[in-house]
């Protein structure tokens, strides 16, 4: 029989797609679908609808069943993924395939996002995916097991951003004076809980769920051609319907172009970001200046790296293993908890736990 096995496939380092698994000698459970996978598996359960931890369980729905909540079904379904077939978890409900059972609970970091409770063999492992300890508006608080945790695959997504730059409230109050002053405003933030989340602080703006969706459509280049105050759901990519939006603000010395969370980090977030004003800018198809201010705002709903110590503290795992975040900022977690007496790893992807 053996103990389960914990396998991260992929995921152990920020930016590769997540990937991880609970396997016994007769069963496995895949946990996430950010990458395909060809073994054998019972079924996949997802934990929520950010593209690294779903973007392939189209492809894992062909082989096996997936199970996910409401809310991350409708959100996949608004970004174009196929997931008709897939069934819908209940929170608090255990779910068996043979030697292995598996409980979501909320995280709080999305509405519908989950963390999982797996026992097998009488081992108990949490795999939080990503998670959040504050409450955010529209989404369940975070629910964590009381029972003892033998394993604790935590993510770390925040480890490396200073405290201060990362205080929601602070953050929170910056993007509505923002939003309060004068000057056509284009904010553009992620369909998946960020847009939700700007409008409470921006209520009298434009909005536009599905803006890059939208290209192609004429009512989306009548939209486009007058922006003065509008929060837009898209990523930044080249040529998308949100890149279009920020070319024609990019000369004007009156325009604010806000990013929010990923869309700041996404590649051409970063490029404008760095950006110097009345440097000669060369992005997408505009050359010039950049005369518009740009800004990039963190509304966080991940934990810092204190939180996750904390967290864990909370937990008392017998072992904790730190994924999902920068290397620098999991083995700095790693390290403090070793000093607080945890067995801490930092796995690699490919590890087995
Ligand atoms: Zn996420
Ligand atoms: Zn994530």
Known sequence: MGPPKFEIISGATLGEPNLYAIATNEHRVLLDAGQDYAGPADACFLSHAHLDHAIDVEKILKKIPALMSRNTKDYLQQSGIQSDTASLFKFHTTYEF???????????????????????????????????????????????????????VCESSLSNLRIEENDLTINLEKLKKLTEEEGPTLIICRRMGDLSRVETVAPHFLKHENCDGLLRHSDAIDYLKTPSQIVVAGNLAPSSASSDLAYRMLSNPNAK?????????????????????????????????????????????????????????????????????????????????SRLGFDSVVPSSGDII
């Open 257 to 337: 172009i806000i990013l929010i969370n990923g869309v700041q980090r996404a590649k051409d977030g970063i490029k404008l970001m760095k950006f110097a004003r009345r440097s000669r800018i060369k992005w997408g198809p505009y050359a010039g200046r950049l005369r518009a201010h740009v800004f990039g705002i963190s509304l966080r709903n991940h934990p810092t790296r204190e939180e996750v110590v904390d967290f864990t503290k909370s937990l008392s795992p017998k072992k904790v293993a730190i994924v999902h975040g920068p290397d620098s900022g999991r083995y700095a977690i790693a390290k403090q908890l």
């Open 98 to 152: 043979g030697d292995i059972s598996v409980t979501p609970l909320p995280s709080g970091h999305l509405a519908g996002a989950a963390m999982f409770f797996i026992e097998a063999h009488e081992k108990t492992i949490l795999y939080t995916a990503d998670f959040c300890l504050h409450e955010l508006e529209g989404v369940e608080p975070i629910q964590y097991p009381q029972t003892d945790v033998d394993l604790l």
